[in-house]
C-alpha cells in the first residue's frame, strides 16, 4: 500500500498538448520565446526548418473574459492572415485548431521587430542607407495590403514590423485589420465588437520588463525610442516580439554599423501640414474630451501613430466603420521618422497633452535627411486625410529616402 502509493505520487504529471517537446501538425514545439495577453510563442522544428507558433489556450480566453469575442476576433486574424501572400507580408506557414487551444505557425524572426532594433544595445537610429532600404520594403508590403488585397492594417508601427535571419522587413499582426470600404465576410460588423479589446497591448512605462524579455537586459536612459502606449491607460500582460532573440549572424541586408549610437538629435526646422490647426482652445477641449472610439484599445492602431481624425469624435466614430487607407499612411509617416531620428515625432508621458500635439501635427524633421524623406513626412504627415499621399505616391518616391 505504502509503495503503491509513493509509486503514484513519484509518477510525472502528463504533459500538455503545447508544451515543449510536443509534436503538433509535424512541428516539434521548443521553448517559449515570447508571450502575449493571450498567447504564448514558442520556437518550432520540422525537418532542419525552424518556425514560430503562436498558441492560444483556449481556457486563457474564458480567464479573459468575453470568450466568444475574443473567438471571433481570433478567427477574424487567422482569415485574414491566411489571404494574405507577400514578401513583406509575415506568412502564415498553416493553422491547427484543437479542443485545447489554437496553433498558427509562422516564418521564425531572429532578429525581433523594428522596435527590438532600434532600442537593441542602446543604439536607437539606423544608418539613413539602412533606414531607406527597410522603409521601403514596408511600403511594399503596404502597397500590397491596400491595392491588391484592400485591406487597411490600422495599426503599423515599429512593434508590428518583424525583420527576419536575412534583414527582410515584414508586416505582422493583423487583428485589427479591415476591408477598405467595408463589409466582407472578414468584417467584425457590430458595434460592441469595435467596444471591446483585444490588442495585447501595454504601457510603455513596462519596456524595462520587455527589455528583459527581449533579452535586452538593461535599462538605457539614452534611449529615444519607447514602445507605443495603446489608447486605454489599462494595464495588460506584458506582450513580447514574436521572436526576441538576437540578430542572427546570417542577416546579410543590413549593415553592421547600422545601430551606431545617437545621442540627441537637434532641431533643423519645424515641418507644418497644409492644412490650419484647430484653435488652441479646441485642441485643449479635445485633448480632455472623453472620445468613445478611445474607450478601449479597439482604436485602430497606438497612440504616438494615431492620425489626428482618429482623436476627433467626428470623425473616428465614422473611420471605425469605414476605415480609410490615410490611417495607415499617417503611421508609416511616424515610422519613417522614428528610423531616421531616433524617436518618435510626438512624445509625451501625459496623454492629453500627447493627443494635443499630434493634433497640432507640428514636428521637426530630423536633420540631414534629404529632400525624399523630407517630402515623404510632409506627405504623410499632413493632418488632412484627403489630401494626405496614398501608397503609391509614398512608393515612387521611397527610393530618395537614405540620400540625406
Given at each position: 500500500?505504502?509503495?503503491?502509493?509513493?509509486?503514484?505520487?513519484?509518477?510525472?504529471?502528463?504533459?500538455?498538448?503545447?508544451?515543449?517537446?510536443?509534436?503538433?501538425?509535424?512541428?516539434?514545439?521548443?521553448?517559449?520565446?515570447?508571450?502575449?495577453?493571450?498567447?504564448?510563442?514558442?520556437?518550432?522544428?520540422?525537418?532542419?526548418?525552424?518556425?514560430?507558433?503562436?498558441?492560444?489556450?483556449?481556457?486563457?480566453?474564458?480567464?479573459?473574459?468575453?470568450?466568444?469575442?475574443?473567438?471571433?476576433?481570433?478567427?477574424?486574424?487567422?482569415?485574414?492572415?491566411?489571404?494574405?501572400?507577400?514578401?513583406?507580408?509575415?506568412?502564415?506557414?498553416?493553422?491547427?485548431?484543437?479542443?485545447?487551444?489554437?496553433?498558427?505557425?509562422?516564418?521564425?524572426?531572429?532578429?525581433?521587430?523594428?522596435?527590438?532594433?532600434?532600442?537593441?544595445?542602446?543604439r536607437?537610429?539606423?544608418?539613413?542607407?539602412?533606414?531607406?532600404?527597410?522603409?521601403?520594403?514596408?511600403?511594399?508590403?503596404?502597397?500590397?495590403?491596400?491595392?491588391?488585397?484592400?485591406?487597411?492594417?490600422?495599426?503599423?508601427?515599429?512593434?508590428?514590423?518583424?525583420?527576419?535571419?536575412?534583414?527582410?522587413?515584414?508586416?505582422?499582426?493583423?487583428?485589427?485589420?479591415?476591408?477598405?470600404?467595408?463589409?466582407?465576410?472578414?468584417?467584425?460588423?457590430?458595434?460592441?465588437?469595435?467596444?471591446?479589446?483585444?490588442?495585447?497591448?501595454?504601457?510603455?512605462?513596462?519596456?524595462?520588463?520587455?527589455?528583459m524579455?527581449?533579452?535586452?537586459?538593461?535599462?538605457?536612459?539614452?534611449?529615444?525610442?519607447?514602445?507605443?502606449?495603446?489608447?486605454?491607460?489599462?494595464?495588460?500582460?506584458?506582450?513580447?516580439?514574436?521572436?526576441?532573440?538576437?540578430?542572427?549572424?546570417?542577416?546579410?541586408?543590413v549593415?553592421?554599423?547600422?545601430?551606431?549610437?545617437?545621442?540627441?538629435?537637434?532641431?533643423?526646422?519645424?515641418?507644418?501640414?497644409?492644412?490650419?490647426?484647430?484653435?488652441?482652445s479646441?485642441?485643449a477641449?479635445?485633448?480632455?474630451?472623453?472620445?468613445?472610439?478611445?474607450?478601449?484599445?479597439?482604436?485602430?492602431?497606438?497612440?504616438p501613430?494615431?492620425?489626428?481624425?482618429l482623436?476627433?469624435?467626428?470623425?473616428?466614430?465614422?473611420?471605425?466603420?469605414?476605415?480609410?487607407?490615410?490611417?495607415?499612411?499617417?503611421a508609416?509617416?511616424?515610422v519613417?521618422?522614428?528610423?531616421?531620428?531616433?524617436?518618435?515625432?510626438?512624445?509625451?508621458?501625459?496623454?492629453?497633452?500627447?493627443?494635443m500635439?499630434?493634433?497640432?501635427?507640428?514636428?521637426?524633421?530630423?536633420p540631414?535627411?534629404?529632400?525624399?524623406?523630407?517630402?515623404?513626412?510632409?506627405?504623410?504627415?499632413?493632418?488632412?486625410?484627403?489630401?494626405?499621399?496614398?501608397?503609391?505616391?509614398?512608393?515612387?518616391?521611397?527610393?530618395?529616402?537614405?540620400?540625406?
Amino acid at each position: 500500500m505504502f509503495l503503491s502509493t509513493f509509486a503514484a505520487a513519484s509518477q510525472k504529471p502528463s504533459a500538455l498538448p503545447d508544451d515543449q517537446g510536443q509534436i503538433v501538425q509535424g512541428y516539434t514545439l521548443g521553448p517559449v520565446i515570447g508571450y502575449g495577453a493571450t498567447s504564448i510563442i514558442r520556437q518550432a522544428t520540422q525537418s532542419s526548418s525552424t518556425a514560430a507558433v503562436k498558441i492560444i489556450r483556449r481556457s486563457t480566453l474564458v480567464k479573459a473574459g468575453n470568450a466568444p469575442l475574443a473567438r471571433k476576433r481570433l478567427q477574424h486574424e487567422a482569415s485574414v492572415w491566411a489571404s494574405l501572400s507577400h514578401e513583406h507580408i509575415l506568412p502564415l506557414f498553416s493553422a491547427h485548431h484543437t479542443e485545447y487551444a489554437d496553433f498558427f505557425f509562422t516564418l521564425y524572426c531572429p532578429a525581433g521587430s523594428l522596435f527590438d532594433i532600434l532600442k537593441r544595445d542602446g543604439r536607437p537610429m539606423l544608418e539613413q542607407d539602412d533606414a531607406g532600404m527597410m522603409f521601403r520594403q514596408v511600403v511594399r508590403g503596404l502597397r500590397y495590403l491596400h491595392t491588391e488585397a484592400r485591406f487597411v492594417h490600422r495599426d503599423i508601427k515599429l512593434e508590428n514590423i518583424m525583420v527576419d535571419e536575412m534583414g527582410v522587413c515584414r508586416i505582422g499582426d493583423f487583428g485589427m485589420a479591415k476591408r477598405i470600404g467595408g463589409g466582407g465576410v472578414l468584417e467584425m460588423g457590430s458595434e460592441e465588437d469595435d467596444e471591446e479589446s483585444f490588442d495585447d497591448s501595454f504601457d510603455e512605462e513596462e519596456d524595462e520588463d520587455v527589455g528583459m524579455l527581449h533579452g535586452l537586459g538593461h535599462h538605457h536612459p539614452q534611449m529615444h525610442v519607447q514602445r507605443a502606449s495603446s489608447f486605454t491607460a489599462t494595464k495588460r500582460p506584458l506582450r513580447s516580439s514574436m521572436h526576441p532573440h538576437p540578430l542572427s549572424q546570417t542577416q546579410s541586408h543590413v549593415s553592421n554599423h547600422a545601430f551606431h549610437r545617437y545621442n540627441t538629435v537637434r532641431a533643423s526646422r519645424p515641418r507644418h501640414s497644409s492644412t490650419v490647426s484647430p484653435h488652441p482652445s479646441t485642441l485643449a477641449s479635445l485633448a480632455h474630451q472623453p472620445n468613445p472610439s478611445l474607450s478601449g484599445d479597439n482604436t485602430s492602431g497606438s497612440l504616438p501613430y494615431a492620425a489626428p481624425e482618429l482623436l476627433l469624435p467626428h470623425t473616428s466614430q465614422a473611420l471605425r466603420k469605414n476605415p480609410h487607407p490615410g490611417q495607415d499612411i499617417w503611421a508609416l509617416g511616424v515610422v519613417l521618422y522614428t528610423l531616421l531620428a531616433g524617436h518618435l515625432p510626438w512624445r509625451d508621458a501625459f496623454e492629453p497633452r500627447l493627443r494635443m500635439k499630434i493634433l497640432d501635427g507640428t514636428y521637426t524633421a530630423p536633420p540631414s535627411i534629404g529632400l525624399g524623406a523630407e517630402r515623404i513626412l510632409s506627405g504623410c504627415l499632413d493632418k488632412n486625410m484627403q489630401s494626405r499621399w496614398t501608397i503609391e505616391r509614398v512608393d515612387q518616391v521611397a527610393w530618395g529616402v537614405g540620400w540625406g
